[in-house]
């Protein structure tokens, strides 16, 4: 499978995403800039170079009109890749819905609570229902088991309407 290395500047941070050949720029639209990735353990906030996983677009308390909208993904320090890669310090991106963190020991679920970006994608379209949601993302290796220790987000809470 052909890969397209995509080089995005966000504040005074490069991230380095890898995503399939022809998915860069698909669906693009008009957003505020990112912010600064937030460190979410102790382990990234005393190490730099630690993995860090964390939401791009929505903002934690984001109040979103309708009930489709993009979820933009970011990752530092590691690579995105397709499930089923063997390429060492990579992984690909879950989002967790409105639930609780998985086991950390297993194959992370797959279903309306778990949503999987096996393609190695770093941005998706959602539609939730109106309301508070939360959302967290968690990274999984090749096989969708999180990595040891796991490299997820903090849990932020959307409001749709």
């Given at each position: 499978?052909?890969?397209?290395?995509?080089?995005?500047?966000?504040?005074?941070?490069?991230?380095?995403?890898?995503?399939?050949?022809?998915?860069?720029?698909?669906?693009?639209?008009?957003?505020?800039?990112?912010?600064?990735?937030?460190?979410?353990s102790t382990t990234a906030a005393t190490n730099?170079?630690?993995?860090?996983?964390?939401?791009?677009w929505p903002y934690d308390g984001s109040v979103?009109?309708?009930?489709?909208?993009?979820?933009?993904?970011?990752?530092?320090n590691m690579g995105v890749a397709p499930k089923?890669?063997?390429?060492?310090?990579?992984?690909?991106?879950?989002?967790?819905?409105?639930?609780?963190?998985?086991?950390?020991?297993?194959?992370?679920?797959?279903?309306?609570?778990?949503?999987?970006?096996?393609?190695?994608?770093?941005?998706?379209?959602?539609?939730?229902?109106?309301?508070?949601?939360?959302?967290?993302?968690?990274?999984?290796?090749?096989?969708?088991?999180?990595?040891?220790?796991?490299?997820?987000?903090?849990?932020?809470?959307?409001?749709?309407?």
């Amino acid at each position: 499978m052909r890969h397209t290395i995509v080089l995005a500047a966000l504040s005074a941070v490069s991230l380095v995403a890898v995503v399939p050949a022809g998915a860069a720029g698909q669906g693009a639209q008009d957003k505020p800039a990112a912010q600064p990735a937030t460190q979410t353990s102790t382990t990234a906030a005393t190490n730099p170079s630690a993995p860090q996983v964390y939401f791009i677009w929505p903002y934690d308390g984001s109040v979103i009109n309708g009930g489709k909208f993009w979820v933009r993904m970011g990752l530092r320090n590691m690579g995105v890749a397709p499930k089923g890669t063997t390429v060492p310090n990579t992984g690909h991106h879950h989002l967790l819905i409105d639930t609780e963190l998985p086991s950390m020991t297993e194959a992370i679920p797959s279903d309306r609570n778990h949503l999987h970006f096996g393609a190695g994608e770093t941005e998706a379209r959602i539609e939730l229902p109106p309301g508070k949601h939360t959302l967290q993302l968690l990274l999984g290796d090749m096989n969708h088991v999180p990595h040891k220790p796991p490299v997820l987000s903090k849990k932020i809470t959307i409001t749709v309407r």
